[in-house]
């Protein structure tokens, strides 16, 4: 593992926290790889009962993609690669034999919304956000994040989160059932988290896992079902004029701050 995914093993937890604040813990391809590498590599892990996924820092758990590398990626069969690598990774965190819970430490954006969704549970700071803004450069998907979304929140009110790319406070994705848990007002994100796991870390493993394996049959369905339709559509939108063009308008944006 590299200095930007740091893999942490305390007691029954596995933590593992993306580590690129000052590039707002944006997502590469090789940062993806790691994260599905740790996931699997920890999976036979007896002594695990839950894992956790955050971002370093307060402001990013991850913005998403890290566009400038992708930028390079224009043709179909790259665009295919890319977007196999990514979910690959995801699939690992998916797979993984107990509960994986994302603990949004701040926004997750785009490719990062997807990797929050990609975990089972979510925990969230209250200045935390999440949105898919795939849309705002014209394209869809491209990890199984759509599909996981519909899973979670329901088709329709997914598809009016994907279309309108809207940016969903901490507050307003509890009441979707979004995110599962909202830490109070000033509360350390670390107590937060702390205080949700108690219940999980309270059950044996051999308990943990068989109800993970129980309740995620239907999202193991699902996305066999649809990545391959989910893969197509980013392919083209990825391909698109319409998505160069939207990405040279953003590129001309002042940076965040």
């Known amino acids: 593992m590299t200095d930007s995914l740091l893999v ?3 007691g029954a937890v596995l933590n593992l926290t993306i580590n690129r604040p000052e590039k707002r813990n944006a997502l590469s391809l090789a940062l993806l790889d790691e994260i599905g590498a740790a996931m699997a590599a920890h999976a036979g892990d007896a002594g695990i009962k839950c894992a956790v996924l955050t971002g370093a820092g307060d402001r990013c758990f991850a913005a998403g993609g890290d566009l400038q590398e992708l930028d390079a990626v224009r043709d179909e069969a790259g ?3 890319m977007s196999r690598r990514g979910r690959a990774a995801l699939d690992q965190v998916r797979a993984f034999p107990v509960p994986v819970i994302a603990a949004l430490n701040g926004h997750a954006f785009g490719g990062g919304a997807e990797l929050a969704v990609a975990c089972d549970l979510r925990v969230a700071a209250p200045h935390a956000e999440i949105g898919f803004l795939q849309a705002q450069l014209a394209v869809t998907t491209a990890w199984g994040g759509s599909i996981d979304l519909a899973l979670t929140v329901g088709d329709r009110r997914a598809l009016r989160i994907l279309a309108t790319s809207a940016r969903l406070e901490a507050a307003r994705a509890l009441d979707l059932g979004l995110v599962d848990w909202v830490c109070a007002p000033g509360q350390p994100l670390d107590a937060c988290l702390a205080t949700f796991l108690e219940p999980y870390l309270a059950r044996s493993r051999a308990v943990l896992a068989g109800f993970k394996a ?8 699902a996305h066999v079902a649809l990545a391959p339709q989910e893969e197509e559509h980013f392919v083209r939108t990825w391909t698109h004029a319409d998505h160069w063009a939207a990405m040279a ?5 002042p940076a965040p701050r």
């Open 8 to 10: 942490e093993r305390h």
């Open 214 to 221: 129980t309740t995620s049959a239907e999202r193991r369905r």
């Open 79 to 81: 665009t295919r690669a």
């Open 249 to 253: 308008q953003a590129a001309a944006k």
